[in-house]
Nanobody, 120 residues
């Protein structure tokens, strides 16, 4: 499974961005999908994830501001980010895995190259 993120960029605080993640195909390899982020000098953080039944999990830091969704027909996953804050600045990565476990417990297998989001 190949994953390609896009949609990153520079945005002012309070602004919005939508990050698409395109999967090469929809197979069992993408049963669960997630967005992670990593800021300079910090560890990788799970932003949110969604399983094959569209059940979602969000980190406390983004709850109420970020929304994950999946388009199974188009093999796409989206991260809608609203009310962005400077602390949301990071490189955002899309991930996928065949596991059917609760998505926050998964060690994700497939990763994209990431897209940079800068809030300033």
């Amino acid at each position: 499974v190949q994953l390609v993120e896009s949609g990153g960029g520079l945005v002012q605080p309070g602004g919005s961005l939508r990050l698409p993640c395109a999967a090469s195909d929809y197979t069992s390899g993408t049963n669960s999908m997630a967005w992670f982020r990593q800021a300079p000098g910090r560890g990788r953080e799970l932003v949110g994830c969604v399983d094959e039944h569209s059940a979602t999990y969000y980190a406390d830091s983004v709850k109420g501001r970020f929304t994950l969704s999946r388009d199974y027909n188009g093999n796409l996953m989206y991260l809608q980010m609203n009310n962005l804050k400077p602390e949301d600045t990071a490189r955002y990565y899309c991930a996928a895995d065949p596991s059917l476990r609760p998505c926050r417990q998964i060690e994700f297998t497939y990763w994209g190259q990431g897209t940079q989001v800068t809030v300033s």
